[in-house]
């Protein structure tokens, strides 16, 4: 059973600074790509970052030179540094991983950021 348990969202004010992070139940070191994905309403799941394992990552055009992705195999965890929040940031965030062709998802976790 692979559990994926996100924490770190929460309020903030335009400008300012969030850190996700997603802690995996199963070793992720053999898992080629993790990311990040969220979903504001009314609209559909979006990509905002992934990261394979060698540590390349991928940005959405929207977060790039904002977000950072970061994975940390021994730790089994990814985390999702945001800087320079925006309203338009606003929305639940989702950890995602593809272990063994299936899909895996954590519960999200809401971030706010206000104008």
């Known amino acids: 059973q692979v559990q994926l348990v996100e924490s770190g969202g929460g309020l903030v004010q335009a400008g300012g600074s969030l850190t996700l992070s997603c802690a995996a139940s199963?070793?992720?070191?053999?898992?080629?790509?993790m990311g990040w994905y969220r979903q504001a309403p009314g609209k559909q799941r979006e990509l905002v970052a992934s990261?394979?394992?060698?540590?390349?990552?991928n940005y959405a055009d929207s977060v790039k030179g904002r977000f950072t992705i970061s994975r940390d195999n021994a730790k089994n965890t990814v985390d999702l540094q945001m800087n320079s929040l925006k309203p338009e940031d606003t929305a639940v965030y989702y950890c995602?991983?593809?272990?063994?062709?299936?899909?895996?998802w954590g519960q999200g976790t809401q971030v706010t950021v206000s104008s």
């Open positions: 990261i394979i394992r060698g540590g390349s990552a």
């Open positions: 199963v070793s992720v070191a053999s898992i080629n790509v």
């Open positions: 995602n991983i593809v272990r063994l062709s299936r899909d895996y």
